[in-house]
Each structure stands twice: as structure tokens, then as C-alpha cells.
T-cell receptor
Framework: GQQVMQIPQYQHVQEGEDFTTYCNSS?????IQWYKQRPGGHPVFLIQ?????EVKKQKRLTFQFGEAKKNSSLHITATQTTDVGTYFC??????????FGAGTRLTVKP | DSGVTQTPKHLITATGQRVTLRCSPR?????VYWYQQSLDQGLQFLIQ???????AKGNILERFSAQQFPDLHSELNLSSLELGDSALYFC??????FGYGYTFGSGTRLTVV
């Protein structure tokens, strides 16, 4: 079945450093979504990518969708303590239910 | 408040028991999804309903069942509970059509003792 793999599992950075999490699928995806879950909270939708090679930016966050639509990345420039949380990618290959990666837990040292 | 309401927020029950988790989707959303999140783990997809009908099934145990009612609220029933069923259960809803982001509820934390 469809699997979405996400690395790294954990990332510790110093405030101001950059951060990147990667997502890979075993199958071609119709779309990919990114979510952020703060400690003790629930996942919150950040963005969706649909097109091959698509790049979207939200302030310090840059999201990319691979040309083959099997991988994606989220890059945060100059992390802040407010960026702390777990970042999940989620992909669908059947335009239906989204399958989530295991998430990357980001901690930021002030 | 995300607009997705889950009750109860916390539930403690004994092994072998049965519980029902409830979810009211965001107004206008027809799709409801259930996910299980074990401690510090990812989100395991359980089941999806769309406008009252089952649309997709994930890693849902036979001891678990769900349904979506005409008013679009959904219930997840967990029976013959085991210690390993202890987890956060999230409900999410999404709008009509393809590719809407999911809106998650705050979750129900189930503890089986």
C-alpha cells in the first residue's frame, strides 16, 4: 500500500539555523500536504502542493514538490523558538485519504 | 477553536471495555477522517467517511468500527480494549472535492488500564 516516509525523525537546531525535513513516497502522489503539530496540540494544515516541481513560500517556510511527484521538502530559514513542533507531510495517490509520514520533531535552542 | 469538535477530551477505561468517541466536523465539511496517534508517533489513518458513506479504510482493527450519521457527525467505536489501544484519537474533516487541507479536532486521549 501507499507509504510516506519522512526524515529525519528528530532535528535539534540553534535558533537562527536553518531546518529541512524530507518526505518520500513509494508511489506517485496526486498531492502532498504539510502540517505542523505543536507539543500537546493537534495537527494544523500549512499548505498543499499539487504540481510537479511546485515551490511555495510562506514567510520563512519553503515547500517543494519533486518533479516525479514522489518527494517533497519543507525548509525553514533562520528558525525561531516559535517553530518548535512536529512537522508532518501527508500524501495521497488516489485523490482520497491522506497518508501521513511519521513526522520530524523540531526543537530550537534559544 | 478549529471548528471540529471531539468529545470526550479524555477517557480512562479498563481492558476489555468498549468506548465511543464522537466527532462533529466543521460546518459544511462532508468528509470525516479518523486517525490514531500513539505516544510520540505519527498519525495512523483509520477510516474515512464522506456524506454518510465509508470512503476509505486504513489500518483499522476489526475491534474498531465507525459510522457517519445524517447530520454528518461521526462516531468511532472501540471494543475489547487492550492496553496497546491507549493513544490520541484525532478526527479531521475536509471540504468538498479534491485536495482540501484537513481541519483536525483537539483529539480524545484514551487511556486503557
Amino acid at each position: 500500500g501507499q507509504q510516506v516516509m519522512q526524515i529525519p525523525q528528530y532535528q535539534h537546531v540553534q535558533e537562527g539555523e536553518d531546518f529541512t525535513t524530507y518526505c518520500n513516497s513509494s508511489t506517485t502522489l496526486s498531492n502532498i500536504q504539510w502540517y505542523k503539530q505543536r507539543p500537546g496540540g493537534h495537527p494544523v494544515f500549512l499548505i498543499q502542493l499539487v504540481k510537479s516541481g511546485e515551490v511555495k513560500k510562506q514567510k520563512r517556510l519553503t515547500f517543494q514538490f519533486g518533479e516525479a511527484k514522489k518527494n517533497s521538502s519543507l525548509h525553514i530559514t533562520a528558525t525561531q523558538t516559535t517553530d518548535v513542533g512536529t512537522y508532518f507531510c501527508a500524501g495521497s495517490s488516489n485523490n482520497n485519504d491522506m497518508r501521513f509520514g511519521a513526522g520530524t520533531r523540531l526543537t530550537v535552542k534559544p | 477553536d478549529s471548528g471540529v469538535t471531539q468529545t470526550p477530551k479524555h477517557l480512562i477505561t479498563a481492558t476489555g471495555q468498549r468506548v465511543t468517541l464522537r466527532c462533529s466536523p466543521r460546518s459544511g465539511d462532508l468528509s470525516v477522517y479518523w486517525y490514531q496517534q500513539s505516544l510520540d508517533q505519527g498519525l495512523q489513518f483509520l477510516i474515512q467517511y464522506y456524506n454518510g458513506e465509508e470512503r476509505a479504510k486504513g489500518n483499522i482493527l476489526e475491534r474498531f468500527s465507525a459510522q457517519q450519521f445524517p447530520d454528518l457527525h461521526s462516531e468511532l467505536n472501540l471494543s475489547s480494549l487492550e492496553l496497546g489501544d491507549s493513544a490520541l484519537y484525532f478526527c479531521a474533516s475536509s471540504g468538498q472535492g479534491f485536495g482540501y487541507g484537513y481541519t483536525f479536532g483537539s483529539g480524545t486521549r484514551l487511556t486503557v488500564v
